[in-house]
């Protein structure tokens, strides 16, 4: 099981795993461009004023980040900005475009529909401003009810896709081919896996895809984010036409560190020379939120293997 190897590695640190950026800093993604590394989390408040999408930069993973400011400071006319937790932006992902511009999908709530729905912005740089594109979302399902966490995935033929999240009750991870601008949605989606687990407690979210070797890995968060039981998992596939099977058990949970930290998910991985890195957020007290990176390597079968003990490996990144 993956979970001993896990529990294992931790207790081969010798001492409880240090967040990399202290600060509340959910559903963090990480974005690696020239020398310098751009991470981005859902809203946030910064001396008193919220941030719809933080943005920090380091020349390390585990290095010392810097407040860069707020990504998106601009919502598109779609969102509905009234009310308590109205304007709130999550799970935001950006990504690089082939003109040198980037993209930024986040999460947010449509005034018209009243559920969670899925935008798109661009920017000349990493760090924005980002503007927001088109006058409706990418991805709008009222009849899934919400739409979130969306994630950019390439495949090794340069088709690119859109992973989110929808439903409750039982929800569901789809993918979406979209065209090379990554702005319009290209065929049908599909349906890679739902929650069908007594410990999803009916939510998988977070979708993040890598492929390694000759399968596709699927790493996925699962049960309610706050209900001290939310973990990640993952599941793999041969391709991505074929059937996604789930790994049993737990990837990572608040067990594999200790206890010290809760409801660790909201992951993204980056690829690194000797071995990858997970990047995800815990609670470290409070309402807070940190990110955390560790070392992540691949067994024999192609399972991923979690390596706690490597984050003060982490690469520094230098301009090519």
């Not at 001993?4 to 559903?27: K, L, M, N, S």
């Not at 109205?86 to 709530?109: C, K, Q």
């Not at 997970?278 to 955390?292: I, K, V």
Request: charged share 15%; glycine share 10%; net charge neutral.
């Amino acid at each position: 099981m993956v979970a001993a190897v896990v529990a294992a590695t931790t207790a081969a640190t010798g001492g409880a795993i240090q967040p990399v950026i202290a600060r509340d800093f959910p559903d963090p993604a990480v974005l690696a461009v020239g020398s310098t590394y751009y991470a981005y989390s859902t809203g946030s408040s910064y001396n008193k004023q919220v941030w719809h999408v933080p943005v920090q930069k380091s020349p390390s993973l585990t290095g010392r980040w810097t407040e860069v400011g707020d990504a998106l400071p601009e919502l598109p006319a779609w969102v509905n900005k009234e009310g308590v937790g109205h304007g709130n932006v999550w799970a935001p992902e950006v990504a690089a475009r082939s003109d040198g511009s980037y993209i930024l999908y986040f999460t947010a709530r449509a005034a018209n529909q009243n559920v969670q729905c899925i935008g798109v912005a661009l920017a000349s740089s990493p760090q924005g401003p980002f503007k927001p594109v088109g006058s409706k979302p990418l991805v709008c399902r009222p009849e899934d009810v919400d739409s979130i966490d969306p994630k950019a995935f390439t495949d090794t033929d340069g088709k690119q896709y859109l992973l989110y999240t929808s439903g409750r009750g039982r929800s569901t991870i789809w993918l979406q081919q979209v065209s090379v601008d990554g702005m319009t949605s290209v065929g049908e989606r599909r349906a890679l896996i739902q929650s069908d687990r007594p410990e999803e407690g009916n939510i998988i979210e977070a979708p993040t895809l890598v492929h390694h070797g000759d399968r596709y890995v699927l790493f996925y968060s699962g049960n309610a984010y706050n209900s001290g039981k939310y973990f990640v998992n993952y599941a793999t596939s041969e391709s991505l036409a074929s059937t996604f099977v789930k790994h049993p058990g737990q990837f990572l949970n608040k067990d594999t560190l200790g206890g010290a930290m809760t409801n660790p998910g909201g992951q993204d991985v980056i690829p690194g020379s000797k071995h990858d890195y997970l990047l995800f957020h815990a609670y470290t007290g409070g309402e807070s939120r940190a990110m955390f990176a560790s070392g992540l390597s691949w067994d024999s079968d192609g399972n991923p293997v979690l390596e706690l003990n490597n984050v003060a490996k982490a690469p520094t990144r230098r301009a090519p």
